[in-house]
């Protein structure tokens, strides 16, 4: 007859039935979780643009006015058609001419001229088809020596900051972002010698950003020596 006593601590315990259930609600949760987030925020997006396109529409232009239903989505769809539109135009020598005069009456607005010009150069570099971008992930030492942190290399330095800097070699511009919201972090500007460049690509290193360090690029290391640990008996 066995006690307690002598069953080995170090077996793994059977996981009961609310263990299962317990281990099946959050395999569920990882699953539908990205899954509604996504569909949340789309929906949300949708709803967003379609309050300030649609009361710009006459009610008797929109769709409901004729089926009865407030569809979501027709406002992006206007939006879409009409951003299209406004960029054929601004491509041509009309539109051209056009913004040329908008932005010099625009540059004789003390305010204004500073809130559009911010604007514009924020767009033209998240929207703008071109190939800027960050080149590499690299790790640098910040905020001290011995602290490592994620950044991603964007351009070299130039003009007056590698100028005035006087280090005696070229200057990289690297932006750290924050955790878990990569949009926001510092610009930071360091020498070519001092930044360690990485093997993983730019998404992957942001994925490492967003996960607080929970999801790393790659398979595991088979030489790493915790793998090679025996498991007990």
């Known amino acids: 007859m066995t006690t307690p006593f002598d069953e080995d601590p170090l077996k793994p315990r059977k996981p009961g039935l609310l263990g299962g259930l317990r281990a099946s609600f959050l395999t569920g949760l ?6 509604a987030l996504t569909v949340w925020l789309i929906w949300a997006l949708m709803g967003w643009v379609d309050s300030f396109v649609l009361p710009l529409i006459p009610a008797n232009l929109r769709p409901e006015h004729y089926i009865g239903i ?7 769809i206007i939006f879409l058609i009409f951003t299209v539109i406004v960029g054929w135009i601004a491509k041509g020598l009309i539109g051209k001419s056009m913004i040329r005069v908008a932005e010099s009456l ?4 003390p305010v204004v001229r500073s809130i559009y010009s911010g604007v514009k150069q924020i767009a033209e570099t998240v929207f703008a088809q071109s190939e800027r971008s960050f080149e590499k992930a690299c790790l640098i030492q910040y905020p001290r020596k011995g602290i490592w942190a994620v950044g991603f290399i964007s351009t070299t330095a130039k003009g007056e900051v590698n100028k005035k800097a006087e280090t005696g070699s ?3 511009s690297v932006f750290v972002p924050t955790t878990p919201n990569p949009t926001s972090g510092f610009l930071l500007f360091f020498p070519r010698e001092d930044i360690v460049e990485l093997d993983m690509s730019v998404e992957d290193a942001a994925k490492l950003v967003i996960s607080a360090g ?8 088979p030489d790493d020596p915790r793998l090679k640990a025996k498991p007990r008996k």
Request: charged share 20%; net charge negative; proline share 7%.
């Open 170 to 172: 070229d200057l990289l």
């Open 70 to 76: 407030n569809l979501r989505g027709v406002g992006v």
């Open 106 to 109: 625009v540059a004789r607005m």
């Open 214 to 221: 929970l999801v790393y690029p790659g398979e595991a290391d």
């Open 30 to 35: 990882v699953v539908i979780a990205p899954v």
